[in-house]
């Protein structure tokens, strides 16, 4: 016999009246902005309605007023189109490199290796001669390279003059050209972000654009210095970031390299000496926008920036240090382990990097080996990703012949890949940030870049960084180059560079 429940029956289910679905329809305006709210209530309304396991819903929905199901369709009719609308404007702008132009040395500042040393001779002891003629044949540096005029005084006449006048003749160039080039109004700028070795003045350099210029007083300007050789890429990730804040905007971006005041040493110090042999005049401006209907003008896309800092480490964060010696000589003192800084700090940058580049394999062999090293057998190497497999073209920092080694060892590129680093540091020696720029227009002038190449843009730079930008073709590149640092010269590369250069 059944017993009868003692329990009080359970109350019938909600009913929904006109006024709560009005409310719903507010409800659901208010949530509209956000994308999380509004996909979480499709989620919960269902449930809810299973939940309550309420059988009348339909005949109340049906029973409505014939306004309140214009209402509702015209509710889900505005969701189905602001869904969409709301994603696309979530997502972050692309951002273009519309053109690049490359600071080209006039033949006034050309100064062949028997001209330095010869100078060399008037300013320091003969043992620092030889030091720097042996640097010099080992540098791969060619003879065409540039200093601006008061290095090469007796002595060389580091002022703050000739320091803003370098900067004037360096940046106005590649900015003239690049306006020029693209046929842009300089009204149109609305972001400007200069980065130049450790030359600061006041007014900054970027107020010397705007002067020069005469751009909106509303223009975002900013002016990075003592960043080294490896800041291009942080101006490039800076502007992304701006421009994917600010829509229907406008960047230039420049880099400098600056040698007059204070980077000349005329010491003896021999690590303090290198610099003098390496480091040569160079600049470029960059012109970025956000503007979807630029693409079809653009050059590039640029992708990812990834920046790594081993500033934490005391070698690393001295070994390009600017001092002065012990008789008050100022300069930059580059250190022997440079070479094993540069290579730690790019393998923590390429851990961060493949994950964004690499094909799945790649990942998966890398991440297999990884875990074989850690578990079973520590002394067995683990695995270097194929970059070669992510990018079509590499623009390694040309700070040295050293350098340019050291990354195609451990990245096993071919000598084809590093070709561009190679003679850009020939034709240009090292030109600091922008290096990687000469590199940009080499790879064009010789009519290797394709719509759909990918680039990696290397830099390698004090403090210690190691710092990554990828870019990829929009556009084929039409053939032949009028313009730009490799126009009149490109037919002569590439040139056969020997281990030592016998003067």
């Known amino acids: 016999m059944a017993t009868q429940s003692l329990l009080p029956p359970p109350p019938p289910p909600p009913e929904f009246s006109a006024k709560a679905i009005l409310n719903l329809n507010r409800l659901l305006i208010t949530l509209l902005p956000n994308k999380i709210l509004f996909l979480s209530f499709f989620i919960l309304l269902p449930l809810t309605s299973i939940l309550t396991q309420s059988t009348r819903t339909p005949t109340i929905v049906l029973s409505l007023p014939t306004i309140h199901h214009v209402s509702l369709l015209a509710l889900f009719l505005l969701l189905l189109l602001l869904l969409p609308i709301r994603y696309f404007k979530s997502s972050p702008s692309p951002v273009y490199i519309l053109d690049f132009t490359c600071f080209k040395p006039p033949i006034t500042c050309r100064v062949p290796h028997a001209t330095f040393l010869e100078h060399s001779r008037l300013l320091v002891d003969e043992n620092s001669v030889r030091f720097q003629m042996r640097i010099l044949e080992r540098s791969g540096i060619g003879e065409e390279t540039g200093l601006p005029p008061p290095s090469l005084y007796l002595p060389p006449k580091a002022s703050l003059e000739g320091s803003r006048a370098e900067s004037e003749q360096v940046i106005f160039s590649c900015i003239d050209e690049l306006l020029i080039t693209t046929s842009f109004d300089p009204k149109h700028i609305d972001i400007l972000v200069l980065d130049s070795n450790n030359f600061s003045p006041t007014p900054s350099l970027t107020s010397m654009i705007v002067n020069k210029y005469k751009l909106n007083t509303n223009v975002l300007t900013f002016n990075l210095s003592g960043m080294g050789c490896s800041a291009s890429p942080i101006s490039l990730g800076l502007a992304k970031d701006l421009l994917q804040v600010y829509p229907n905007s406008n960047a230039l971006v420049v880099s400098a390299q600056i040698i007059v005041s204070p980077n000349w040493y005329m010491g003896s110090e021999r690590s303090m000496l290198i610099p003098n042999c390496l480091f040569r005049m160079g600049g470029a401006a960059i012109l970025m926008t956000n503007r979807r209907s630029e693409r079809r003008h653009a050059k590039y896309q640029l992708h990812h920036v990834v920046r790594t800092h081993t500033g934490t480490d005391d070698k690393a964060y001295r070994c390009v240090y600017q001092l002065e010696d012990s008789q008050g000589r100022q300069g930059v003192s580059l250190e022997k382990d440079v070479m094993p800084i540069s290579a ?46 992510a990018f079509d073209h590499f623009c390694v920092h040309a700070g040295g012949r050293a350098i340019i080694d050291e990354v195609e060892k451990n990245l096993k590129l071919t000598s084809e890949q590093v070709e561009a680093s190679r003679m850009t540091l020939y034709r240009f020696g090292n030109t600091s940030s922008c290096s990687i720029w000469y590199e940009l227009g080499y790879i064009e002038a010789k009519g290797k870049m394709k719509k759909g190449d990918r680039v990696w843009q290397l830099g390698l730079g004090s403090g210690f960084k190691c710092n990554s930008a990828v870019l990829e073709c929009l556009n084929n590149i039409s053939l032949p180059v009028k313009s730009g640092a490799w126009a009149d010269c490109i037919d002569r590369f590439p040139v056969e560079i020997p281990k030592i250069i016998k003067f």
Request: charged share 25%; no cysteine; glycine share 2%.
């Open 344 to 389: 730690e700090a790019l393998k923590i940058n390429i851990s961060n990097l493949g994950p964004l580049v690499l094909p799945r394999s790649e990942q998966l062999h890398y991440i297999f080996s990884l875990l074989v090293h850690k578990i079973i057998n520590p002394k067995r190497k683990i695995y270097v990703p194929d970059f070669k497999k």
